[in-house]
């Protein structure tokens, strides 16, 4: 059995977001402090914020909207790849090379990048600066994945796609109906097998939304995850079918 890893940035007022979109403003409407007998705040940012997902609506037209994305895709085996410092690009040469070296399963249904982009995430904090050099995925690349007939594709970056092309990689990802995770805090997954538990807030109608992502390294189904319970003693999430988890292809 294998204890969570927390793979989501922390939500503050200096995490950083997009050039142009809204940072997070948490602003408190009661407090205790003030006397109010409860502690109320709203929260205002850009859907794509921190840690995400991008709903294939996100560039697709008629693609699927956030709240209409299958748990069967959300939640299940994954692979983790550690890609090196020297690597700028997750270009279609570089995955054939990695495939190669067996590195990347051939059978692999979603996929996270650990990359030089987690340098400095401590417990999930980025406090910036946003930098333009983010490794991402290619247009090759990403055309590679969906060949490979994965359905999930997720990165520690701020993009899924790198600065100067946003636009391609992720059309060639959505539109063949492939989730892509972004601003994931990579730095203490290990590289290899597990379970992916990523789940987006369900709001309704929209192309993307924040998400919880939590990582269950060397675990190989859902059945074989620890969960620590208020108590104090932890008990197997899944076994004998308690998980039942559609495969997604």
Same mark, same amino acid.
């Given at each position: 059995m294998t204890r969570p890893i927390d793979l989501t940035r922390r939500i503050t007022t200096d995490l950083p977001v997009w050039p142009g979109d809204l940072p997070p403003v948490i602003t408190p409407v009661a407090t205790h402090d003030a006397g109010d007998g409860y502690a109320l705040s709203h929260l205002s940012a850009t859907l794509h914020l921190g840690t995400h997902i991008d709903a294939p609506?996100?560039?697709?037209?008629?693609?699927?909207?956030?709240?209409?994305?299958?748990?069967?895709?959300?939640?299940?085996?994954?692979?983790?790849?550690?890609?090196? &410092? @020297?690597?700028?690009?997750?270009?279609?040469?570089? #995955?054939?090379?990695?495939?190669? %070296?067996?590195?990347?399963? !051939?059978? *692999?249904?979603?996929?996270?990048?650990?990359?030089?982009?987690?340098?400095?995430?401590?417990?999930?904090?980025?406090?910036?600066?946003?930098?333009?050099?983010?490794?991402?995925?290619?247009?090759?690349?990403?055309?590679?994945?969906?060949?490979?007939?994965?359905?999930?594709?997720?990165?520690?970056?701020?993009?899924?796609?790198?600065? &100067? @092309?946003?636009?391609?990689?992720?059309?060639?990802? #959505?539109?063949?109906?492939?989730? %892509?995770?972004?601003?994931? !805090?990579? *730095?203490?997954?290990?590289p290899g097998h597990g379970v992916l538990v990523c789940l987006p807030l369900r709001i309704e109608g929209a192309e993307g939304a924040p998400a919880r992502a939590v990582w269950f390294a060397d675990a190989a189904d859902p059945g074989a995850i620890d969960i620590a319970h208020p108590g104090g003693d932890a008990r197997s999430v899944g076994a004998a079918g308690a998980i039942d988890v559609d495969p997604p292809r």
């Open positions: 609506r996100h560039f697709i037209p008629d693609g699927a909207t956030v709240d209409a994305l299958p748990l069967a895709v959300l939640i299940g085996p994954a692979f983790v790849v550690d890609v090196p &410092d @020297d690597v700028r690009a997750i270009d279609a040469p570089y #995955l054939e090379r990695l495939a190669a %070296a067996g590195g990347l399963p !051939a059978d *692999a249904v979603r996929i996270l990048f650990r990359t030089r982009n987690s340098a400095g995430l401590v417990d999930g904090r980025d406090e910036g600066p946003f930098r333009r050099d983010f490794v991402a995925v290619t247009a090759g690349g990403a055309r590679y994945l969906v060949a490979l007939g994965v359905r999930l594709v997720g990165i520690d970056g701020p993009s899924i796609a790198p600065w &100067d @092309d946003t636009d391609t990689p992720h059309v060639v990802l #959505l539109g063949a109906g492939v989730v %892509a995770v972004e601003g994931l !805090a990579m *730095a203490e997954a290990p």
